[in-house]
């Protein structure tokens, strides 16, 4: 099918790179022109695992085509809008992008078209689109418009993408519905070549659900704000681990084992962040709000999310006792690991506190450094974990990438000032960590120092209104 993607962000690309791959004719616009001139020549905007030998091999085919989003209007029979929808002051998702594709569909478009929302939106916006689409259609335009929230997580977009648990549309009329369908069949019925897997394994086909519009928006939001809810609840469960001298990564697993809870999303740490977790849970409490129901659950989300950044600081204040002065060697800026993406991460909050009190940072991170560089023009960036390491008074983890788990303790215990890992992400083993005689702390379990059985708090303790009297606790 003749399909176009207009813009081309980590979404965007993702989608135009795989719609292709799985045999459909893409073309996706993108209104950035130093964006669209790197793709036009062979270059990458983002670094995302896979995506760019993805879109070589299927430009080299001829499937896949960079251009004006005038060209992609023309072009498509099915049109994939996937524009940004960042949130405005008061939380609501800033649909100006939308709109403005929209607008340029109604007033350029003639004949049929199937215009879906794939970008986050409210629901109910939909019938929006709708609305806008007649009211602005010069060119006897007839359409549908649909929803296919996507699931993909920066990072794994690639594979979410040609391999996810369920695809999800909602669509009002069986002509769209039917489109939808035959777009996916061959990721539902899994005929493609996979570019990722050699040998790719059969594995469950995807769900796929359709349903109406409305639903397919609200399946979206609900389903982020959910995760959320569970990241900021096992990130209070650590706050309370702490108090009373238990161990988070125990607690969690015994949660975990449950199948009614399952283990995923249950990872303490410096909260969440990215372009996603944050903008879509204050979207979805002003949807609420708006429609007259109280989710302020979802307030309370929020706020332990943004307490986050501050209880982790506390951790660092309480091992340096003065911060002012203090070489931090912060490891990590993306949101995530695997991909360069810095919107709404933890690490801009954190750099920012630790700035203001008086710190150095040396960062390193393996892929986000260029894009952290116009939002932390203040802190200095280095080529490899060793040089950020280099006279620091503590490491700071605040991304889990994996070569951060294969550096070489020795050669950083001889590197640092002062022997001092502060985890965020709870990703390294303390025993090993310790043995290289570095004092370690992490999120929700016990503090361990070199030569010591790691011991959990001994005395009384408030963390965020918790008041508890904890037993002297020794941890194996
Ligand atoms: N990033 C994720 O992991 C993820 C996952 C699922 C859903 N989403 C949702 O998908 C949407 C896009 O997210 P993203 O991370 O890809 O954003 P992004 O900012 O990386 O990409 C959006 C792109 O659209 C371009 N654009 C804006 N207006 C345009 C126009 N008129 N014509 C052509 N291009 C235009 C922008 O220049 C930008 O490159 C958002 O609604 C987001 O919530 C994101």
Redesign the pocket.
Known sequence: MKVSV?????????TAACLAQIGHDVFC????VE?LSKLQNGGM??FEPHLQDVIKGVRKVGRLRFG??EE?IAWGDAIFI?????PLANGD?DLC?IE??AR?IAKRASGYRLIIE????PVQTGGQLRKHLSVHSTNGLRYDVASN??????GT?VEDFLHPDRIVIGADSPRAADLLHEIYEPIVKQRFTCPIHSDCPKRKDPTFLATDTNSAELI?HASNSFLAMKISFINMVANLCEVVGADVTKVAEGMGLDPRIGPAFLNPGIGFG???FP??VQAFVRIAEKSGCDFSLLREVEKINQRRVEHFVEKIRKELWVVRGKKIALWGLAFKPNTD?V?FAPSLTLVKALLDEGAEVNAYDPEAMEKAKSVLPNITYCSSPYEAAEGADAIVIVTEWDEFRQVDWDRLRLAVERPLVVDGRNMLDAAEVTRRGFHYVSVGRPVVTPGQLPSAAKDVHSVEGVQVEAASVLAK
């Open positions: 207009i813009g081309a962000g980590y979404v965007g690309l993702t616009s993108e209104s950035d964006k905007p983002i004006s989003t992609a996937c524009v940004g929808t960042p998702a992008a403005g594709v340029a794939k970008s986050t939106v929230p996507e699931f993909l997580r920066e977009s979206k990215g372009f996603c903008k879509d993406d919107r």
